[in-house]
């Protein structure tokens, strides 16, 4: 089905086309391009022009470009414009303003990428559906997915994200959601704020593109809600809360097997039960929230709780999976993928996860732990408070990986220290010695600890 012909594309974004042309999709990378994709030339770590020849070769249907690039035919399909990303942001502009879609757009310290699939498959049940990929949450990712959405979409699903003051309302506004999310606000990018509350008027942002009578979907149990629910209020949205304490959406009894989460809440007084086929408090909180927006979006919220079910989390980012030792003898562990990212909270509900899981015979529960990045001058304090943390307490062995990681490596009492390496690589050789039969192995870590080495390593381990 066509996405953009020539002649909308070049409406959308005041451009001049070479030549006639029709695409099915938008790309910005030739690794992942499809046939009949428009291929999107940005300017990242290196110069998308330099790719627009591969990319014509490969099937795409015309370039988004500034010029025409060293190696292209005058008459390629090309799309030219004066800047690219302004043009990127242009066409998802079209794209938001052609469609009757129903728009949510969701951010948070921890969990938005959960949530935003979370919220994708009960969605997909109900209508078409159209979400961010991956973490598509940034300056480029948030028009790139509004240029991808199809105008007959029935809701929209897009991630917002920041590493800087001033980041979510430009993007909310691209976006103009019905309804703006608000997973928590957490210890995540202190480096940049200073303080959490300065993490919290960012966040609350997400309402500065509210479309008018929008929804505000926000927790309600934390220190900081109340900047948020000034902010809402600040914008004119509706507001639903969600949380313990909430009274349109509360948590209730939250019950975390080995591979599961059964929750009991109340919704608008009314008791429900749902459940989730991966185990995590946090996860028990984010789909209650999803319910919230599944509501606010006009969608079938008890219809949603059934097909909570259905989600699982992306690999990196808890994904239980069974690593075999030996096959004949049913000797195994199992190990806990939750290392693409890192803060003090969303290290405590892994903690808490890991804590839950029973080990097999002999087995243990261990810990592979490294730096949480991005948490400003009190980081190594930071890093040592966790070893106060109950579950943690619970565990047989943590080792940690960083320099960072090393304040909470000499806070750990003696029962449950393991070992210390400054680096991931440092610590792959000893794994083997580390690991055994019956094992429950969590890595957790910021992406930029570089943990999921260890990941790799210990799924090297299993038998070939």
Excluded: C
């Amino acid at each position: 089905m066509t996405l953009w012909t020539s002649a909308d594309a070049a409406a959308a974004t005041g451009g001049q086309t070479t030549t006639d042309w029709a695409a099915t999709g938008v790309s910005i990378d030739t690794r992942t391009l499809q046939p009949g994709d428009l291929f999107v030339a940005l300017q990242a770590a290196r110069d998308g022009h330099d790719f627009v020849a591969q990319a014509l070769d490969s099937g795409a249907a015309a370039a988004l470009v500034t010029h025409v690039p060293d190696g292209v035919a005058d008459d390629a399909p090309l799309l030219i414009v004066d800047d690219v990303l302004a043009g990127l942001v242009a066409l998802g502009q079209a794209a938001r303003a052609r469609t009757d879609a129903r728009i949510v757009a969701v951010t948070g310290s921890v969990g938005k990428t959960s949530t935003k699939e979370m919220l994708r498959v009960v969605l997909a049940a109900q209508g078409k559906t159209h979400a961010s990929v991956a973490s598509y949450n940034n300056h480029w990712g948030v028009p790139l997915t509004l240029a991808r959405m199809p105008a007959d979409t029935d809701f929209g699903i897009f991630e917002i994200g920041m590493n800087a003051p001033g980041e979510i309302a430009p993007l909310s506004r691209q976006v103009r959601p019905h309804v703006a999310m608000i997973t928590t606000v957490a210890a995540a990018h202190l480096e940049a704020f200073g303080k959490i509350e300065g993490i919290a008027a960012e966040k609350a942002d997400i309402v500065a593109g509210l479309e008018p009578g929008g929804v505000a979907v926000l927790p309600a149990d934390l220190d900081t809600s109340s900047i948020l629910v000034d902010r809402a209020r600040q914008a004119g949205a509706v507001l639903i809360g969600f949380g313990a304490t909430a009274e349109a959406y509360r948590l209730g009894q939250v019950h975390i097997t080995d591979d599961a989460t059964v929750v009991r809440a109340t919704l608008r007084s009314q008791p429900a039960m749902f459940k989730l086929s991966t185990p995590g408090r946090h996860y028990a909180l984010n789909g209650l929230g999803v319910l919230a927006v599944v509501e606010a979006l006009g969608a079938d919220p008890g219809r949603a709780a059934v097909d909570l079910a259905r989600w699982q989390p992306y690999a990196g980012r808890g994904v239980r999976e069974t690593i075999d030792l030996d096959a004949a003898t049913h000797r195994s562990f199992d190990l806990i993928d939750d290392a693409y990212n890192a803060n003090p909270t969303s290290l405590a509900a892994a903690l808490e996860v890991l804590a839950a899981t029973q080990p097999g015979p002999r087995g243990r529960r261990l810990a592979f732990l490294g730096d949480m990045l991005e948490l400003g001058t009190d980081e190594m304090n930071i890093h040592a408070q966790m070893a106060e943390n109950e579950h943690l307490l619970g565990l047989d062995t943590v080792h940690t990986v960083g320099p960072r990681m090393a304040a909470l490596h000499g806070a750990l009492p003696p029962a449950v220290t393991g070992e210390h390496r400054d680096t991931a690589d440092d610590m792959v050789p000893d794994l083997a010695d580390l690991v055994g039969p019956g094992d429950v192995i969590l890595v957790k870590g910021s992406n930029g600890s570089k943990v999921s080495r260890l990941v790799d390593a210990l799924r090297n381990l299993g038998q070939r």
